[in-house]
């Protein structure tokens, strides 16, 4: 059996730590209730008469309900993060070396040494690591446990032996370090372990995955993770049919009963399925499977637009002026459909604005063509003049004045979005992004806008576009898409997919401009082409 990739195994290791659902809810359930046990028996203890030692064990077991509670509490909110699992595993260990100073402090430092107690639980927290199936966490816990263990013994439990008259000989610094050597090589041996197990479930996945269907779509590889769910890149197999790529949005198992984001995630599909247009990434299933729900997307091969950026600013490259014309131009296609074409089942007009048009929400295929994704937050506005929002969603570095000051939206405010965009791409380098966010929604809203031509001279034929773009009073912008798009037509020309392709082909290391569309030629997944954040 070939080896599993490292991608496959990272890809193992984010879903058992990131299916929070199952895995980080069951560790969860078993922390609440240990913590719980912990507490009673510190009561028997009190009641037996050793009333320190219970006096602990009592906060020690309330203080785990109340974390292991919280994350729970994170859980169910989708809001848990990788970090927490590091605040656990400290928890987890120090447990057992809290337990070791107790006994040393509170009962005699020769029991608290050859009590068994401490090092069953060191045992226990790193045969639970496990589970994680990461060594590293585990060579944490390991070095983490072995500096608990040795400064509770050589600042406390040792001074203190000496203090009490204990046994000559009982301590001795050699032997501590050895026993310290001894605990750090139990959690090294472990993680040998764990790194073994990863590879055989590693190449189980590999080997069932050409096999194993989720619904009707065979799941290939991971494209995007967050709090929410998963991106895969996926074929499409219809029993009898034939196989297509697609990008399958699979939502994490605990937000099931969630019915405000399951409401919600089924509105961006049902939305989606709406605007079916060259410039917008076409959404074309939704459903459940195995009480998952899922979103079916075209599969865009290529970059997000903040990795052409990305690559551009490293680089040193400037991109050309009449490829960003051509880029917002495709950004604006879309928009326009959206703005002014889409229709709901009766017929009616939607006017969607995306409210998020943020680079990373915005695709480009290795042919060159512009694609919009992430409808998650979009408005219909349908027969309103405004859309009247109370909360402020998006990203802050790329929104319009109205949208972050939580003010009245309609289709002008993404196209103040899409005057930030050119200004960037012309610029080469943020526009209102600051060092934190208050001082960026400052820029936004009151800070000056510098002209393209304050930054680079030959920039000047665009200073009109963009200060109209970008004129905080949206009367003052364009009035539609297509009245921007001709104004960025008339500076830059007819520029237009070939002419991002043969720009971006070198830049992200594809074979040659030529090799565009010759399946041979190099490829490089996006890994953050698709949003899973909401």
Known sequence: MSEPSTSALGSIARALSLEVGKLEGLRTTAGQVMSAVIAVVGVSVVVGGARPIGGLGIILGLFGVAWFTTVRVLLARGRFKPGFGWVTIALENTAPWAFYLALGVLGTPAAAHHDWGPLLLYCGALTIAVLRLSPRYTLVMGALGTLQYLLATLLVVMPLHGQRGGAAGEFSVVGEVTRCLMLFGASGLVAWVTQGLRGAVGGVVSTMRASDLFGKYRLESELASGGMGVVWRATYCPEGGFARPAAVKLVHAHLVHDTSFVDAFRTEAALGARLVHSHIVQVFDFGVVDDRYFLAMEYVDGPTLREVMVKAATASQAIPPVVAGAIVRGILAGLGFAHGEARDEN???????????????????????????????????????????????????????????????????????VGILLWELLCGRPLFLRANQPATLLAITFGDIPLPSSENPELAPWDAVCARALERDPDKRYRSAAHMASAIRAVAGDAGEDAIARFIAPLLGWSTPTALGDPDATVIDPPSAYSVSR
Do not use: W
């Not at 998020?356 to 992430?374: F, Q, W």
């Not at 506005?381 to 859309?387: Q, T």
């Open 347 to 417: 017929g009616a007009l939607l006017r969607v604005i995306h409210r998020d048009l943020a680079p990373s929400n915005i695709l480009i295929s290795r042919g060159g063509s512009v694609k919009l994704t992430d409808f998650g937050i979009a408005r219909a506005l349908r027969d309103r003049a405004v859309d009247a929002t109370q909360t402020v969603a998006g990203h802050l570095d790329h929104m319009a004045p109205e949208q972050a000051n939580a003010a009245p939206l309609d289709e002008r405010t993404d196209l103040f979005c």
